[in-house]
């Protein structure tokens, strides 16, 4: 079985591209530093640099909402491979493979921790909405996920 479970904060923002073709896909790279559990006495906190890659929808996803110090979690799977650079050495390489990513904290606990930095974005158009419906207030207690 090859499963991994990350928690940590982006270390930059994602670097996506979009594969060639008909149907271009969205492979977004985003390295997560993740603090080690235990440290020696006297030792400063480290933390491993772990290189994720997200394709199709998960890296659209990335693309838009991640961003430097952002805290997230993550499920994948470890991949290795190996490629001959321009010097003719061999390189290899390791990621995670993003099966599944979400947000490890709120936005407002983001921004408390300096993590957090709005990202310009164009505004929709009033006539578009957002897809959601208003609820009208003092229907909280009808609610079944309160």
Do not use: W
């Amino acid at each position: 079985m090859n499963k991994v479970i990350l928690m940590g904060r982006l270390t930059r923002d994602p670097e996506v591209r979009y594969s060639q073709g008909e149907q271009a896909t969205a492979v977004a790279r985003y390295t997560l530093a993740v603090d080690r559990r235990f440290r020696r006495d006297g030792d400063q906190q480290t933390a491993d640099f772990i290189n994720c890659v997200a394709f199709g929808r998960s890296g659209e996803f990335a693309e838009k909402y991640f961003h430097k110090g952002i805290k997230v979690a993550i499920t994948g799977r470890i991949q290795t491979g190996s490629y001959t650079n321009q010097e003719g050495q061999k390189v290899y390489t390791t990621d995670v493979v993003v099966e599944e990513q979400e947000f490890a904290e709120s936005k407002a606990a983001s921004e408390q921790s300096g993590g957090y930095q709005p990202v310009a974005r164009p505004e929709p158009s009033a006539a578009a909405g957002d897809g959601f419906m208003n609820i009208p207030d003092g229907i909280d207690e009808e609610l079944p996920f309160n």
